[in-house]
């Protein structure tokens, strides 16, 4: 069956560094997703994407995330100056319609 | 914007029994009602899904009622088993490519 992919699984960064998630969604989705759940809470939706173009963003997607589509299967985000708040597990997710799938996860860590 | 409510935020059950966790939703709008696993370090995983269309699902031991009047759905896992033991989310969204917007948790022990 196939599964959203992520990498790195781990990722441990400096206070104000660039950092870039990697996702692979399921083939044929057409919905892409980022969610993040800082540890011991809920999940809460980052950013929305569909046909090349962000379609909603939450508060918390602000000028320092982006993300991009950079070929038929790479999902991206990018953090451009981290800071410790950042510090959370990040899921990638991706849909059809309106299941989403979530993928392993890459859990950042801001020092 | 949407707001989703999930109780209890722990539940502890002995094996055998049955096991209610219930959400409730805030915008009339929203449509796809999907509960999520997640174990220690995972994914969230789907384990069923309700639309509005319908008021009830069963998957063997699991089952998801929706109230569409006032705006509540419940899981139902019966028969529970240790491996049942996770965090449960119950989540609301609107439609095809609308984010979800997921309750608190529910942190469900099973006790053999």
């Known amino acids: 069956e196939p599964e959203v992919t992520q990498t790195p699984s781990h990722q441990v960064t400096q206070m104000g560094q660039e950092v870039i998630l990697r996702c692979v969604p399921i083939s044929n989705h057409l919905y892409f997703y980022w969610y993040r759940q800082i540890l011991g809470q809920k999940v809460e939706f980052l950013v929305s994407?569909?046909?090349?173009?962000?379609?909603?963003k939450s508060e918390i997607f602000d000028d320092q995330f982006s993300v991009e589509r950079p070929d038929g299967s790479n999902f991206t985000l990018k953090i451009r100056s981290t800071k410790l708040e950042d510090s959370a597990m990040y899921f990638c997710?991706?849909?059809?319609?309106?299941?989403?799938?979530f993928g392993p996860g890459t859990r950042l860590t801001v020092l | 914007g949407e707001n989703v409510e999930q109780h209890p935020s722990t539940l502890s059950v002995q094996e055998g029994d049955s096991a209610v966790i219930k959400c409730t939703y805030s915008d009339s709008a929203s449509n796809y009602f999907p509960w999520y696993k997640q174990e220690l370090g995972k994914r969230p995983q789907l384990i069923i899904d309700i639309r509005s269309n319908v008021g009830e699902k069963k998957d063997q031991r699991i089952a998801v009622t929706l109230n569409k009047t006032a705006k509540h759905f419940s899981l139902h896992i019966t028969e529970t088993q240790p491996e049942d033991s996770a965090v449960y989310f119950c989540a609301a969204s609107k439609a095809a490519g609308n984010k979800l917007t997921f309750g608190g948790g529910t942190r469900v022990l099973v006790k053999p």
């Open positions: 997710a991706s849909s059809e319609l309106d299941e989403q799938f």
């Open positions: 994407f569909y046909n090349n173009e962000i379609s909603e």
